[in-house]
């Protein structure tokens, strides 16, 4: 993997310049684009590997830059999305669109090297067309089980699930963790230990 480049998409100074120096030591090749525009005029020109795309940025977020890359062809490269403020419904939009994967800020180190090894292993995956979504409707729950990866081992694809599914649990319940655990149905300390578990931090302390 030593010779594959990496282009890191985020406008925060610190994130590209913390996840330049990983992947660096770890033999890869990267590349950094503060914004939209600067990734567009560098796909123009080259063909990395792998994108890590934040989401929210300011001229244009990562979503609009990936549907635009689908539309024109040049989502030829698996696109890892990135954002400190996923729901479970903008990971089902970029799964949808053509993300290989989803990180969520903060990055834990030993979670980026597996997810970037895992999406240059497995390429560019299989686009569901909004059509067979259309046919189908289903809500919000069950949408879930059509956009996960599908061919993770079990436990990654219930660890993907879970992070998705409490994530957005808690932004409907406004980070109430007395609520979140009646809604889900989990008493409040294996409620606790599961968010630990799966590194997300309550919205709020109660």
Same mark, same amino acid.
């Given at each position: 993997?030593?010779?594959? #480049? %990496? /282009?890191?998409?985020?406008? #925060?100074?610190?994130?590209? !310049?913390? *996840?330049?120096? %990983? ?5 890869y090749r990267v590349h950094l684009a503060e914004n939209a525009?600067?990734?567009? !005029? ?7 590997? $792998?994108?890590? $795309? ?10 609009? *830059? ?7 062809? /040049?989502?030829?490269?698996?696109? &890892?999305?990135? +954002? ?9 939009? =970029? ?7 989803? /990180? !969520? ?6 979670? /980026?090297?597996?997810? &970037?090894?895992?999406? $240059? ?7 569901? +067309? =909004? #059509? ?19 061919? *993770? ?19 409907? !319940? ?6 979140? =655990? ?17 590194? %997300? ?6």
């Amino acid at each position: 993997m030593a010779s594959k #480049e %990496i /282009l890191v998409v985020d406008d #925060e100074v610190g994130i590209r !310049e913390l *996840l330049s120096e %990983i992947l660096f030591d770890e033999g890869y090749r990267v590349h950094l684009a503060e914004n939209a525009a600067q990734a567009r !005029e560098f796909r123009l020109h080259h063909t990395p590997d $792998l994108v890590l $795309l934040d989401i929210w940025m300011p001229d244009t977020d990562g979503l609009v *830059l990936l549907k635009e890359w689908a539309a024109q062809k /040049l989502l030829t490269m698996p696109v &890892v999305m990135m +954002s400190g403020h996923g729901t479970i419904e903008t990971a089902l939009e =970029a799964t949808r669109v053509g993300a290989s994967d989803f /990180l !969520e800020k903060p990055i834990a180190l030993q979670k /980026l090297l597996k997810t &970037v090894l895992k999406a $240059l292993q497995q390429g560019v995956p299989p686009v569901l +067309s =909004a #059509e067979s979504v259309a046919e189908k409707p289903l809500d919000t729950e069950g949408m879930v089980t059509v956009a996960l990866p599908l061919d *993770l081992p079990l436990r990654e694809a219930r660890e993907y699930f879970d992070s998705l599914y409490f994530n957005y649990q808690m932004q409907k !319940e406004s980070g109430n963790i007395t609520r979140l =655990a009646e809604k889900v149905g989990i008493e409040r300390t294996h409620l606790y230990r599961k968010l630990k578990q799966l590194g %997300i931090r309550p919205l709020k302390k109660e």
